[in-house]
């Protein structure tokens, strides 16, 4: 409804987050028969860029779960019980990286998956319940990961009540402020970052150069790191978390 309206608000450009990738795609189609373009940032829409919107700015979300995989078979020695929290069905850069995850998961055969289709919900809040819920699980488990910040704070909250924290290893994605103390701390053992300022950034830039009647790239890879305790310190890390 909201893009719905910029679209009657004649806007000369438009940069989506899409919560749903499927379901954002028909008012985005509406925006680009006016001949205003979008730019989607963040997360994948179900369409063609270059024909239904105009350019894609994101991590490379199946990169990022890939590295999340493979930092968990490190701190595992490939061998151990893992419970995957997935974040919320029409996700699709959770999606993805759930996918790349499992996939390095799949190819070590001294991991066993304990719990690999249960959803967190979209708020920390809803995360930590549902975590709360796998606690029989979360207790037999050696790793856990979680897709995005919701999932991983509310796991990181769920932890800490069942006095697990730091017991498990355990891998998240994003770095927000509570999630880089807690890396700090030893609660989480590694962070998959993205850039969101970037993302941003590049993607109104996009929009501003297609409302130019320019052609901006169709797919603009923003980048994806690993942060550990031990890497914090490094010039690249510290300029990604902004201190």
Do not use: W
């Not at 997360?43 to 779960?65: H, I, W």
């Not at 730091?166 to 590694?190: E, Y």
């Not at 130019?212 to 490094?234: F, H, Y």
Request: neutral net charge.
């Amino acid at each position: 409804a909201v893009v719905q309206q910029f679209v009657g608000d004649k806007v000369d450009a438009i940069v989506l987050a899409p919560l749903d990738d499927t379901a954002l795609l028909k008012p985005v189609k509406e925006a680009t028969a006016a001949k205003i373009p979008v730019v989607i940032i963040d997360s994948a829409l179900q369409g063609q860029v270059g024909k239904d919107f105009v350019s894609y700015v994101a991590t490379d979300n199946r990169k990022g779960g890939e590295m999340a995989g493979q930092e968990m078979v490190k701190l595992l020695g490939g061998h151990g019980k893992i419970v995957l929290l997935r974040y919320m069905e029409g996700s699709a850069s959770t999606n993805d990286r759930e996918a790349g995850f499992l996939s390095v998961i799949k190819n070590n055969p001294g991991l066993t998956l304990l719990v690999d289709n249960r959803y967190a919900g979209a708020t920390a809040a809803e995360a930590q319940t549902s975590a709360m819920n796998l606690l029989d699980q979360i207790k037999q488990a050696d790793g856990i990961f979680c897709p995005n910040e919701s999932s991983t704070f509310g796991m990181l909250l769920a932890l800490k009540q069942a006095g697990l924290a730091g017991k498990v290893k355990f891998v998240g994605f994003d770095a927000t402020p509570q999630l880089v103390d807690a890396l700090k701390d030893g609660s989480i053992d590694a962070l998959v970052a993205q850039d969101p300022v970037k993302m941003g950034y590049e993607g109104v830039k996009a929009a501003i150069s297609a409302v130019k009647g320019q052609t901006p790239p169709q797919r603009i890879d923003t980048g994806v790191m690993l942060l550990t305790k031990s890497n914090l310190g490094e010039p690249a890390v510290k300029k990604l978390l902004g201190s």
